[in-house]
């Protein structure tokens, strides 16, 4: 089935450092791939998407390609700012396989805390 | 445009008992699906709702049951309760049958605690 791995958290970073939080996936059919943010107390918010290969998805400063060869979709940013702290997630969502809904399949999510 | 509601936000049932939660989708979306978050994990898939019929389910025992009404807010039931269901449910809307991620909306989700 379908799976996706993240790399091991907390992450803690000072203000602006270099952000990566890796991500591969295995799955069945051709995925779309996203990246999720959940703030303190709160619902799930879209941060960025790519639908195929090579794509790359950006959004507030924050930026992930999608690698078929490497199946990874690493999320990256230049510059953290403390707003920026947060859980994320990354996910994959597929209607191949027979089947006629599309889901979303997360990772285990990775803490990022970002101090001054 | 309203987003996601969900009710109530927090809820402390005993073990063996039935919980109903509730969610009220986003404006023009006709499509409810529910995922449960236990601490420390990712959303796992539970079930989706597609005009009133369930047409999607995760690896979620039968005592997961759920509705969607005519104007596409839906309710999740949990019968027998056990320790294990405690977590963060969430509620996510879009619209159409695939919405293939990018076209849901989160809500904030109900915390369930099973004592």
């Known amino acids: 089935g379908d799976s996706v791995t993240q790399m091991e958290g907390p992450v803690t970073l000072s203000e602006e450092a270099f952000l990566t939080i890796n991500c591969t996936y295995t799955a069945t059919g051709y995925p779309s791939l996203f990246w999720y943010v959940q703030y303190p107390g709160e619902g799930l918010q879209l941060l960025l998407k790519a639908t195929k290969a090579d794509d790359k998805g950006s959004n507030k400063g924050f930026e992930a390609t999608y690698r078929k060869e490497t199946t990874s979709f690493h999320l990256e940013k230049g510059s953290v700012q403390v707003s920026d702290s947060a859980v994320y997630f990354c996910?994959?969502?597929?209607?191949?396989?027979?089947?006629?809904?599309?889901?979303?399949?997360f990772g285990q999510g990775t803490i990022l805390t970002v101090h001054p | 445009e309203t987003g996601v509601t969900q009710s109530p936000t927090h809820l402390i049932k005993t073990r063996g008992q039935q919980v109903t939660l509730r969610c009220s989708s986003q404006s023009g979306h006709n499509t409810v699906s529910w995922y449960q978050q236990a601490l420390g994990q990712g959303p796992q898939f539970i079930f989706q709702?597609?005009?009133?019929?369930?047409?999607g389910r995760g690896n979620f025992p039968p005592r997961f049951s759920g509705l969607q009404f005519p104007n596409y807010s839906s309710e999740l039931n949990v019968n027998a309760l056990e320790l294990d269901d405690s977590a963060l449910y969430l509620c996510?809307?879009?619209?159409?049958?695939?919405?293939?991620?990018?076209?849901?909306?989160f809500g904030s989700g109900t915390r369930l605690t099973v004592v």
């Open positions: 996510a809307s879009s619209w159409g049958d695939r919405g293939l991620g990018y076209g849901y909306t």
């Open positions: 709702y597609y005009r009133e019929e369930e047409n």
């Open positions: 996910a994959l969502s597929t209607s191949a396989g027979g089947t006629s809904y599309g889901k979303l399949t």
